[in-house]
């Protein structure tokens, strides 16, 4: 019987100790040498992973979805400068330690995909196999330029009704998903407003603050970093993506760790990774390293 757990672990922020909400998907009989972390995109939550997860630990793994700080159940932080990668990484490796696992699988969304690339390429990494979803090591000034006119908005909705229909456009470029995870997906992204009026979007809007702080019209270049990488990569690309190029893939093919590629056909960024056909290569991939 496989179960989903809530859990919080403290990460240590200067302005104290702050919760990091994360799920812990299980069957009975998985140990920590099969742990599989799963961390999602920019605005999103641990919940997306909720059909990939299901899925591993009825393969007997172990998997952790966490909540970066500001978004789903996690503390948000009165220091809003701190919703940035190299704290993030450290959030990361408190929740790595607890988990007790000597080394463990990667699964990660844009934002996600960054934060593993980051752990991977770092000497000593508990990380050994690496699941890129829709996010390379140089990032487009385009993609990063539409993101941000979105990424800081925080509208009131009256009702989940008008949430849902949001929601539908802010993830029209994920591609196709289940019908039935709908209401989930809605359920997991929204939250009630403080003051009672309606709904919310689950983040903070304080971390559109990081695309401030970065020049608008120039990409993220990464490629130091992705060279450090000697684990395993899957990349996952969004056919219609503005985030992750095809030339960008390309490079990544013939430099550093190398990496294995998938590209979604009806997808832009990023793939929802819930169908049957987006989980599969990710199965494959991690398939006999539990």
Not at 8 to 28: C, D, K, N, Q, S
Request: proline content about 8%; glycine content about 10%; overall charge negative.
């Amino acid at each position: 019987m496989i179960t989903m757990t809530s859990h919080h672990v403290p990460v240590l922020r200067p302005e104290g100790f702050r919760r990091m909400a994360y799920v812990e998907w299980a069957a009975p009989a998985a140990e920590t040498s099969g742990t599989v972390v799963c961390v999602h995109g920019l605005t999103r939550q641990g919940r997306d992973f909720d059909a990939l997860a299901e899925v591993l630990a009825g393969q007997g793994r172990r998997v952790l979805c966490p909540d970066v700080l500001g978004r789903g159940a996690s503390d948000w932080l009165g220091d809003k400068g701190g919703y940035a990668y190299p704290q993030y990484l450290a959030d990361m490796a408190t929740l790595l330690a607890r988990s007790g696992a000597e080394a463990v699988d990667w699964v990660g969304t844009s934002m996600g995909g960054l934060i593993g690339l980051f752990l991977a390429a770092t000497p000593g990494s508990s990380i050994r196999r690496l699941v890129i979803n829709d996010i390379g090591p140089l990032v487009p000034a385009e993609g990063l330029l539409r993101i941000g006119t979105y990424v800081g908005e925080d509208p009131l909705f009256p009702d989940l009704e008008a949430a849902s229909a949001r929601l539908r456009e802010r993830t029209a470029t994920y591609g196709p998903l289940p019908a039935e995870r709908w209401e989930a997906v809605v359920r997991h992204s929204t939250r009630p407003d403080p003051d009672g009026k309606g709904w919310r979007l689950a983040y903070d809007p304080a971390i559109a603050l990081a695309f401030q702080a970065v020049q608008p019209d120039q990409p993220i270049d990464l490629w130091a970093v992705w060279d450090r990488v000697t684990v395993p990569v899957l990349v996952i690309r969004g056919a219609r993506s503005d985030l992750l190029p095809a030339e960008v893939v390309a490079e990544m093919q013939g430099r550093g760790p190398g990496c294995q590629v998938v590209e979604v056909p009806e997808a832009g960024h990023a793939p929802w990774l819930m169908t049957p056909d987006q989980m599969a290569p990710v199965l494959e991939f991690l398939k006999g390293h539990g």
